[in-house]
């Protein structure tokens, strides 16, 4: 089975949103999991991988990817991290480098300014966003020549706002910010709230003055034939997870 990753129409350069399709995984794992945190068989993660990494055109060694913390550390990469890194976000002005973010509901967002050759990926969850790592990202950006006015964004598969239940400890978090954020939730079922992470993404990447910035439409949690999902699989009582990967390279 082809990849088939999703294309967003604003990035201009190498990318794609990876589904589960054209995987060698099985089990709750069916398809292209990427994650090697996970419990799936290792070197069928490292399969899937490859696999990836050939349809970016880039051998597997030039597949850099970074240790996930839910953070808003942003690091600026020349080639693959001989040791992992902590962070939830790269860049890179190096051509032939790709950088690949793994996500289930958490946003993976893509970012290039084509005209100055420098890349960006980022994983945005609920706290990387609130804390700062889609600036972070921008800010490392700037550090190799990027303009944030030429900078263009796009949010793949992520929880989509009808599917993220959250409690009202979760909306206190975000009022004791900023009362502004109280328009990105929506009444749910009791003292249940609906959570729209993209929405409050897409204004923190425009407030932050890039030039454009999109999702691309696709829920997680709504469509399990294409996309894992962390929620569905608490739902589901599920032992695991597979994790999807985006890329982009120059």
Same mark, same amino acid.
């Given at each position: 089975?082809?990849?088939?990753?999703?294309?967003?129409?604003?990035?201009?350069?190498?990318?794609?949103?990876?589904?589960?399709?054209?995987?060698?995984?099985?089990?709750?794992?069916?398809?292209?999991?990427?994650g090697l945190g996970?419990?799936?068989?290792?070197?069928?993660?490292?399969?899937?991988?490859?696999?990836?990494?050939?349809?970016?055109?880039?051998?597997?060694?030039?597949?850099?990817?970074?240790?996930?913390?839910?953070?808003?550390?942003?690091?600026?990469?020349?080639?693959?991290?001989?040791?992992?890194?902590?962070?939830?976000?790269?860049?890179?002005?190096?051509?032939?480098?790709?950088?690949?973010?793994?996500?289930?509901?958490?946003?993976?967002? $893509?970012?290039? !300014? #084509? %005209?100055?050759?420098?890349?960006? @990926?980022?994983?945005? &969850?609920?706290?990387?966003?609130? *804390?700062? +790592?889609?600036?972070?990202?921008?800010?490392?950006?700037?550090?190799?020549?990027?303009?944030?006015?030429?900078?263009?964004?796009?949010?793949?598969?992520?929880?989509?706002?009808?599917?993220?239940?959250?409690?009202?400890?979760?909306?206190?978090?975000? $009022?004791?910010? !900023? #009362? %502004?954020?109280?328009?990105?939730? @929506?009444?749910?079922? &009791?003292?249940?709230?609906?959570? *729209?992470? +993209?929405?409050?993404?897409?204004?923190?990447?425009?407030?932050?003055?890039?030039?454009?910035?999109?999702?691309?439409?696709?829920?997680?949690?709504?469509?399990?034939?294409?996309?894992?999902?962390?929620?569905?699989?608490?739902?589901?009582?599920?032992?695991?997870?597979?994790?999807?990967?985006?890329?982009i390279r120059l």
């Amino acid at each position: 089975m082809s990849l088939n990753p999703i294309k967003a129409d604003d990035l201009s350069v190498a990318h794609g949103f990876f589904t589960r399709h054209g995987g060698a995984s099985s089990g709750v794992f069916e398809g292209l999991n990427c994650g090697l945190g996970s419990s799936d068989q290792r070197e069928t993660v490292l399969i899937n991988r490859a696999r990836v990494a050939k349809a970016m055109d880039v051998a597997p060694d030039r597949l850099a990817s970074v240790h996930q913390t839910h953070s808003a550390n942003a690091v600026v990469l020349e080639g693959t991290p001989d040791t992992p890194i902590e962070a939830d976000a790269m860049v890179t002005a190096t051509p032939g480098l790709a950088l690949g973010i793994l996500t289930a509901d958490c946003q993976p967002v $893509l970012f290039a !300014d #084509a %005209e100055n050759g420098v890349i960006g @990926a980022a994983h945005a &969850g609920w706290k990387g966003a609130l *804390d700062g +790592v889609l600036e972070a990202t921008l800010d490392a950006m700037e550090t190799l020549g990027a303009k944030r006015e030429d900078i263009r964004a796009a949010i793949g598969p992520t929880i989509s706002q009808r599917a993220y239940e959250v409690g009202p400890e979760f909306l206190d978090r975000f $009022l004791d910010e !900023d #009362a %502004e954020y109280a328009r990105f939730f @929506a009444n749910g079922e &009791g003292d249940r709230m609906q959570f *729209d992470l +993209v929405g409050f993404s897409l204004q923190k990447l425009r407030q932050a003055g890039i030039g454009t910035a999109t999702w691309i439409g696709h829920c997680t949690y709504s469509d399990p034939e294409k996309f894992y999902s962390y929620r569905r699989s608490v739902h589901r009582r599920e032992a695991d997870y597979g994790r999807l990967i985006s890329v982009i390279r120059l």
